[in-house]
């Protein structure tokens, strides 16, 4: 499993994506696009982006009738990215037509990744809201199940949570996990935090940093931290 730091480029255009961009010179890092940057710029940023050398997370989260995910899938394989997602909560049937829609003709595909439950979801709004009335975690170890069954190649979880998907669905399952700070650093809006060095302890396989990266005042500096702390 290839362990790597996916630095969150969680910005609204093109330009201020490469003015980010542009500040490493050495190594090109693996990148996640999200809906704010694909919606903005659309499919060529992608495109650009590969061109430029970066491996590319697309991170779109579909979740629609099996037949429109399929197909809205084999699109977004053409478009050769490395690792996109989709919502669990989905069904079995909608991550298998996920998986059908994006496999190449020659057998190939991104690898595919399953959202459980949001971390913005709480046990109270998935009981009141959701009507779903068991516990999260085991909500979440569900879905993880149902994505594995399904041939999915991992999931989205909490550093927190990571463990125990691998516990339950494999060590090669893979844990994408966001949610990552520095020991020193501003823990913003996310709750439930880990370090690097944390999640790498734990097993996660891909780390997502965000404004660790992109905020900080040498984001050059902050990724090879990343970097030294959870990948070396
Ligand atoms: O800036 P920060 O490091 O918090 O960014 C984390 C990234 O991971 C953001 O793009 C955020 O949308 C994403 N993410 C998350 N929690 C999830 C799923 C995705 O923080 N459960």
């Given amino acids: 499993?290839?362990?790597?730091?996916?630095?969150?480029?969680?910005?609204?255009?093109?330009?201020?994506t490469f003015a980010f961009l542009d500040k490493f010179t050495g190594k090109k890092p693996f990148v996640k696009i999200g809906m704010e940057l694909f919606y903005a710029e659309g499919p060529?940023?992608?495109?650009?982006?590969?061109?430029r050398g970066h491996k590319i997370f697309l991170d779109l989260k579909l979740h629609d009738i099996p037949n429109t995910v399929k197909k809205s899938m084999s699109v977004l394989s053409r478009l050769d990215v490395d690792m996109t997602n989709l919502h669990a909560a989905g069904t079995v049937r909608m991550m298998q037509a996920a998986i059908e829609g994006l496999t190449r003709p020659d057998g190939t595909r991104p690898l595919?990744?399953?959202v459980t439950q949001l971390t913005s979801t709480?046990?109270?709004s998935?009981?009141?809201?959701?009507?779903i009335k068991e516990p999260i975690d085991k909500v979440v170890m569900h879905y993880a199940a149902n994505a594995k069954v399904a041939g999915l190649d991992g999931v989205v979880c909490s550093?927190?949570?990571?463990?125990?998907v691998h516990d339950n669905c494999g060590k090669d399952f893979i844990t994408v996990t966001p949610?990552?700070?520095?020991?020193?650093?501003?823990?913003?809006d996310q709750k439930r935090v880990m370090t690097p060095a944390e999640a790498k302890k734990i097993g996660s396989d891909y780390i997502v940093v965000g404004r660790p990266i992109t905020a900080a005042e040498d984001p050059i500096a902050a990724y090879e931290r990343c970097v030294a702390e959870f990948v070396d």
């Fill in 126 to 131: 998935m009981e009141n809201d959701l009507w």
């Fill in 122 to 124: 709480d046990q109270e």
């Fill in 112 to 114: 595919l990744i399953a």
């Fill in 44 to 51: 060529s940023i992608v495109r650009e982006l590969k061109a």
């Fill in 179 to 188: 949610g990552v700070r520095f020991a020193d650093g501003d823990i913003g």
């Fill in 159 to 164: 550093p927190l949570e990571a463990g125990k």
């Fill in 1 to 16: 499993m290839g362990k790597d730091v996916i630095v969150a480029c969680d910005f609204s255009s093109a330009e201020q």
